[in-house]
Structures are given as structure tokens and as C-alpha cells.
């Protein structure tokens, strides 16, 4: 991951193995740009906090609100 912010990241596997990130934005005052580059998946697909959809995370994505968290999904 890069980014400027104070970031918070955890990793974990979904249901089938699959490995999940979960990045949230630890500055309570300010939004952060972040960028992740995953080592081998090829699909980075984003969970929604709302309705629980999940969409290929784009460049819109790459920003968290103060104390925002997003939750990604790594795929081959």
C-alpha cells in the first residue's frame, strides 16, 4: 500500500481463502489518497460498506474520508 495517511490495514481471507484487505483512514480530521499494489492478484474488487455489493475498485476508490474504511477483495 502507499499513501500519506495514518492508515490502519488488515488482512484476512473471505469464506473461500481468498485473501481481504481492509484499509481505514485513522485521521479523524482529514481524507487520504491511497494506493494499493497488490504483490500477485490481478482484480481488486471493492465491498461496498452499504449494501454489501461488490464492483471493481477504481480510481474513485483511491480516497477515504476522515475515519473512512473500505473493504477490499483481491482476486486472481
Given at each position: 500500500?502507499?499513501?500519506k495517511?495514518p492508515?490502519v490495514?488488515?488482512e484476512?481471507e473471505d469464506?473461500e481463502?481468498?485473501?481481504?484487505?481492509?484499509v481505514?483512514?485513522?485521521d479523524i480530521?482529514?481524507s487520504s489518497?491511497?494506493t494499493i499494489?497488490?504483490?500477485?492478484?490481478?482484480t481488486?474488487?471493492?465491498v461496498?460498506s452499504?449494501?454489501?455489493?461488490?464492483?471493481?475498485?477504481?480510481?474513485?476508490?483511491?480516497?477515504?474520508a476522515?475515519g473512512?474504511?473500505?473493504?477490499?477483495?483481491l482476486r486472481?
Amino acid at each position: 500500500m502507499k499513501g500519506k495517511g495514518p492508515f490502519v490495514i488488515g488482512e484476512f481471507e473471505d469464506a473461500e481463502g481468498k485473501p481481504a484487505v481492509l484499509v481505514v483512514n485513522r485521521d479523524i480530521a482529514h481524507s487520504s489518497e491511497f494506493t494499493i499494489v497488490p504483490k500477485s492478484a490481478k482484480t481488486i474488487e471493492r465491498v461496498s460498506s452499504k449494501t454489501g455489493i461488490t464492483r471493481k475498485w477504481a480510481a474513485e476508490d483511491n480516497w477515504l474520508a476522515p475515519g473512512e474504511g473500505i473493504l477490499l477483495l483481491l482476486r486472481d
